[in-house]
């Protein structure tokens, strides 16, 4: 079933000199799991800010589930709801620790405070952090903060969890770890997982890898 | 302002000051002392005294605490209470004597207390008595003997009469008969003084609110460029609670409940600063000419701005941050 569909979009920074995206055309199964190539500057990031509804394109459409975002007034909910948005920058707020920043998400959600606590320790423990979580974000490691970013990414259960470089700050060992945590949640509650990465080893671990180069799809193919 | 002001005022004893109108030829014109009984007879007016005024400059200003130089005042020793005086602490000077009494402000400036003796155009004086009327000029003088001023000045004029009007008459009208009378007198009644005074009173107010609106407007200015830094510094948090899926009210809500947190603590605790310094200001200064007022108009004033601006100062780059796209306020550092 077709979950995303992008159509003619188009989206230039500073007055149309820089085109981040230029004409993509492209449509996203349910529950898959794609990656997204390209070289620095390509315009993944970009891209991945249009599937998760944190950006609106200059023309084209966007179209999650039916629902074309242009015409919806407010996404808030849908972001809360649907979304799991891991950064490339991880953006932890500073002032909350480890545990308060996973439970962000969860605030709205209709369950009990000890519920959401057992929630977002379940997600600590998945990413290795349970012994660091009453700690504030400046008193971890890149790699560490890219694993808090995950486990908040996932706490409500998103049906589309988008992944910005999830990897790229951390080692090889630690890289396949979290990819790990990410493939079990896509797996185990069929989630919509789609990875933006340099890397084609981590690439190739999705059904489906797009590659893109100066804002436009190059290539599109299935892994297997 | 006001309140400290009006203490140091208060009536003295005659509704109307009658002076010699002219004052032509730098020295000021005195009154001949046979207008004293010409002013008992007109009507309504129950009681006339005449009053001397000599003051003595100063050889020195680092010599005199008093930069005014000293300010004698003979009169009548019973007719002292049409100048104001009622209680005096000590004796009353004897007619023809050395004696005086002064002023508490004039015993504070120049260390002097009962028994003391003060000079005055080369003439010992042996302080007898003390006495405070609320009024500056009047607290820094000494009063003598009429006679003795006179001699000792070489006059036998006075300076101005001071006229005690009978019960429930017109002061209005008695002050302007007087003038129809008497032409070259000028003369100025106690409700004319005051409202004199309540103008001087009104520009030192008009003056208290300036600086007090002044104050507010720099601390506005303070409060919304803090309100602004703080918000625009969390454009990024915004962004973040944005992109997890926050509601704009919700967050607008949160910066709200913050600022009005924010802003009434530093009201508070600017208001206790205030205070303090005021009170440690007026205890350096150690003056008791002034005493503080605090006025709730003041506070109230200074408060409802302080939040209103810090609301405005806060909420509004809140509001404009919150209208981002989530990955443009993810972009602030
Ligand atoms: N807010 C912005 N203002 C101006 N230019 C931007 C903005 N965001 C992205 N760009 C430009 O758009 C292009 C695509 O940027 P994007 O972040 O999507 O690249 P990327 O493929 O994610 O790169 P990287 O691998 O380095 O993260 C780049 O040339 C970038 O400079
Ligand atoms: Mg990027």
Request: glycine residues 8%; proline residues 2%.
């Amino acid at each position: 079933m077709e979950l995303i569909r992008l159509t003619n979009v188009l989206k230039q920074y500073d007055g149309g000199a820089v085109t981040a995206l230029n004409n993509i055309n492209l449509s996203i199964e349910s529950g898959s799991f794609v990656s997204i190539i390209g070289p620095s500057g390509s315009g993944k990031s970009t891209l991945l800010n249009m599937l998760g509804a944190l950006d609106s394109p200059d023309s084209g459409q966007v179209i999650i589930n039916g629902v074309d975002l242009a015409k919806q007034k407010d996404l808030s909910d849908f972001r809360r709801q649907e979304i799991g948005f891991i950064f490339q920058l991880h953006n932890l707020l500073p002032n909350l620790n480890v545990q308060e920043n996973v439970e962000i998400p969860l605030m709205d959600a209709k369950m009990s405070e000890k519920d959401k606590h057992r929630r977002a320790l379940i997600f600590i423990e998945a990413v290795g952090l349970l012994d660091k979580r009453k700690q504030k974000p400046n008193k971890l490691s890149g790699g560490e903060r890219q694993r808090v970013a995950i486990a908040r990414a996932l706490v409500n259960f998103p049906s589309i969890i988008l992944a910005d470089e999830p990897t790229g700050a951390l080692d090889t060992k630690t890289g396949r770890k979290v990819l790990d945590v990410l493939r079990f949640v896509h797996e185990s509650i069929n989630a919509t997982l789609i990875v933006v990465t340099h890397d084609r080893d981590v690439a190739k671990l999705a059904e489906r890898t797009i590659e893109i180069r100066d804002g436009q799809v190059i290539n599109d193919y299935y892994n297997r | 302002m006001e309140e400290s002001v009006q203490t140091t005022f208060n009536e003295g004893g005659a509704e109307i000051t009658v002076t010699n109108a002219t004052n032509i030829g730098g020295n000021s014109g005195l009154l001949d002392m046979s207008f004293i009984d010409d002013l008992k007879n007109v009507t309504n007016v129950s009681d006339a005294v005449g009053q001397l005024s000599v003051s003595e400059s100063p050889e020195s200003y680092s010599q005199s605490k008093n930069i005014m130089g000293n300010m004698f005042y003979g009169i009548n020793a019973s007719k002292l209470n049409l100048a104001g005086i009622s209680d005096v602490n000590g004796s009353i000077f004897d007619e023809n004597s050395f004696e005086a009494i002064v002023g508490v402000r004039y015993c504070e400036l120049n260390n002097v207390s009962i028994g003391d003796n003060i000079t005055f155009l080369g003439h010992d004086f042996k302080i007898v008595g003390t006495f405070e009327t609320g009024i500056v000029m009047k607290d820094n003088a000494a009063y003598i003997s009429l006679d003795t001023l006179q001699n000792i000045s070489d006059t036998q004029e006075v300076s101005s009469i001071l006229v005690k009007t009978s019960e429930g008459a017109n002061d209005t009208v008695v002050s302007q008969n007087i003038r129809d009378k008497y032409e070259n007198v000028s003369t100025l009644t106690s409700s004319e003084m005051s409202s004199m005074l309540d103008d001087v009173i009104g520009i030192l107010d008009t003056a208290s609110l300036a600086i007090s609106g002044l104050a507010i407007f720099v601390g506005a200015i303070g409060v919304v460029n803090t309100m602004v830094m703080t918000v625009y510094e969390r454009t990024k948090e915004i962004g973040v609670l944005k992109s997890i899926g926050w509601k704009s009210k919700k967050i607008l809500t949160m910066i709200l409940g913050e600022t009005l947190v924010l802003t009434t603590l530093s009201g508070i605790i600017g208001s206790i600063l205030g205070i303090l310094i005021a009170e440690i200001g007026i205890r350096l200064i150690g003056t008791n000419r002034f005493s503080l007022v605090y006025t709730p108009k003041t506070f109230i004033l200074a408060f409802g701005i302080t939040i209103i601006v810090g609301i405005i100062g806060g909420v509004y780059p809140a509001y404009k941050a919150s209208k981002l796209a989530p990955t443009e306020a993810l972009r602030y550092e």
